[in-house]
């Protein structure tokens, strides 16, 4: 099945600092969603990449989908602690719109 | 703004019983979807439905899970004969279309198997 992986598993950073995950697939994705998770929440849409090279911005949020279709990229810049939480990216699969999340990326902003 | 409910927050049920969590999907979506989440780990796919049948199951979806639209608001998910193992968080959620559209996730249930 569909397998898609997500670096790094954890990242602290200070305030005011910029984080980066990556999401990296074997196969050619058709397309590409990005969720947040807060600690104790449940996912919450942030975008969908489609096209290959597309770059798509959200005021401090960055999403970046590979020309080849295979990875993609989240970037945040100046981190808050509102931004504390897992980012998953997820593939959108089948008929059904079967969402296959990635391993996820866990967050933490220290002051 | 429109969201996904669930109920119960939280279900503690002994090994062997059986549960039913409930959902109520947004009013307009089409398609329905049950996902869960062991603690600290990924959100898994178990099923999603479309007109009233399922339309893709993965395997953690075995003869113990079933899935209901017992009216025209609910959406269930039973789980027969729960075990250990069958303690995540359930997360019902919803979209409009299929294909390249957004989940809407409700606030989960945390299933406790004891």
């Known amino acids: 099945g569909q397998q898609v992986m997500q670096i790094p598993q954890y990242q602290h950073v200070q305030e005011g600092e910029d984080f980066t995950t990556y999401c990296n697939s074997s196969?050619?994705?058709?397309?590409i969603q990005w969720y947040k998770q807060r600690p104790g929440g449940h996912p919450v849409f942030l975008i969908q990449?489609?096209?290959?090279?597309e770059v798509k911005k959200q005021k401090r949020l960055t999403f970046q989908f590979g020309e080849a279709k295979k990875n993609s990229s989240l970037h945040i810049t100046a981190t808050q602690t509102t931004d504390v939480g897992t980012y998953f990216c997820a593939v959108s699969t089948g008929g059904g719109n079967k969402l296959t999340f990635g391993t996820g990326t866990q967050l933490k902003v220290e002051l | 703004e429109p969201e996904v409910t669930q109920t119960p927050s939280h279900q503690v049920t002994q090994m062997g019983q059986e549960v039913i969590l409930r959902c109520v999907p947004i009013?307009?979506?089409?398609?329905f979807y049950w996902y869960r989440q062991i603690l600290g780990q990924k959100v898994e796919f178990l099923v999603s439905f479309y007109n009233n049948e399922i339309s893709e199951k993965s395997e953690i979806f075995d003869d113990q899970f079933s899935v209901e639209r017992p009216d025209g608001s609910n959406f269930t998910l039973k789980i027969r004969s729960t075990k250990l193992e069958d303690s995540a968080m359930y997360f019902c959620a919803s979209s409009l279309r299929t294909a390249n559209t957004e989940a809407f996730f409700g606030q989960g249930t945390r299933l406790t198997v004891v």
């Open positions: 009013s307009n979506h089409l398609y």
């Open positions: 990449l489609v096209k290959s090279g």
């Open positions: 196969t050619t994705l058709s397309n």
